[in-house]
């Protein structure tokens, strides 16, 4: 049985208001689009009993690699590998970690035989292994998030990180990157973040200038890999997944990703294909309180008729 290692600094967000809503059963299938650190996929196991299949989805290759390293810990034995997918076993359990982007879960399904999952999680925001590489400057900053932060206009930078990750610093972040780059292009995650810090210091930080730079990598993650279609696209392809009266779980951070979340899932409800499971859930002071970075999250569920 998979148990909690310290592979991961970070911390799941909402995740006993996720379980008590997906109530994962052994012999199940459930999944997580979205593993990250493993938080959610790893409590879904848990409460599995080491019986039925988890299949967990990430684009990050770290993610996965964490993952990978845990179960190869336990009595997991690898039983089918390819360039996307690796599959494990273990008793009764089996745990398939797939590479690739949630916005194509319908062909995923079809290359593993399964016919519908019970439940499914798709939790929206950046893992903080993520974010604390990023502050650190442990990585280099990718081609496509170079080619906007180099490229782009002051005004469309402005539009970039107001209108994708909410951000209310958004003019004084695009000036302060056009006046760096003019001295020295912008190459790595150091120099994004010594700007986030010098606009707003560690003391200002609070309501609406929390967690910088964590709204700023999740703006360019959320350009660059088109998420809010990949998520226009991912909703109907998790509903349609769900067996009957299967659960979907969506987390988000920004108003962007809600949205869509929002009108989806109210479509479904007006079209009787649906019942709202949680219309608007938010984290508790005391989650905030040990986790700051979840003080922006928003669950909404529903459960297929």
């Not at 995740?15 to 052994?26: F, M, R, S, V």
């Not at 319908?106 to 035989?113: A, E, F, N, P």
């Not at 016919?115 to 950046?126: T, V």
């Not at 002051?154 to 695009?174: G, H």
């Amino acid at each position: 049985m998979i148990t909690y290692k310290k592979q991961t600094q970070h911390v799941p967000v909402l995740l006993q208001a996720a379980l008590n809503i997906l109530k994962p059963e052994p012999g199940g299938t459930y999944l997580d689009a979205t593993l990250g650190g493993g938080g959610h996929t790893l409590a879904i196991i848990k409460a599995m009993l080491n019986q039925g299949t988890i299949i967990a989805i990430d684009q990050d290759s770290f993610a996965l690699q964490r993952s990978v390293d845990l179960i190869g810990k336990q009595d997991f034995v690898l039983t089918d590998s390819d360039n996307e997918i690796q599959t494990f076993t273990s008793s009764g359990l089996k745990v398939v970690l797939i590479q690739g982007n949630f916005r194509n879960l319908t062909k995923y399904l079809k290359r593993l035989s399964v016919n519908c999952c019970q439940g499914i999680i798709a939790d929206l925001g950046l893992s903080t292994d993520q974010i604390m590489d990023s502050q650190r400057g442990f990585s280099f900053l990718k081609n496509s998030e170079l080619d906007l932060l180099n490229g782009l206009y002051k005004k469309e930078l402005v539009n970039l990180f107001s209108n994708l990750s909410d951000i209310k610093f958004a003019n004084k972040l695009a000036h302060e990157i056009v006046t760096t780059r003019k001295q020295q292009p912008l190459r790595t995650t150091k120099q994004l973040t010594a700007i986030v810090q010098k606009i707003v210091p560690y003391k200002l930080r609070q309501g609406a200038y929390k967690n910088p730079e964590a709204k700023v990598f999740q703006a360019l993650r959320i350009a660059v890999n088109d998420e809010l279609n990949a998520l226009k696209e991912f909703l109907p392809q998790a509903f349609a997944a769900l067996c009957p009266e299967g659960n979907l779980v969506v987390i988000s951070f920004h108003s962007g990703e809600d949205r869509v979340v929002k009108n989806y899932f109210r479509d479904q409800v007006n079209n009787n294909k649906a019942i709202f499971l949680a219309n608007f859930l938010k984290t508790g002071q005391k989650e905030i309180q040990e986790n700051p970075r979840s003080s922006s999250a928003k669950l909404r569920a529903i459960g297929k008729i």
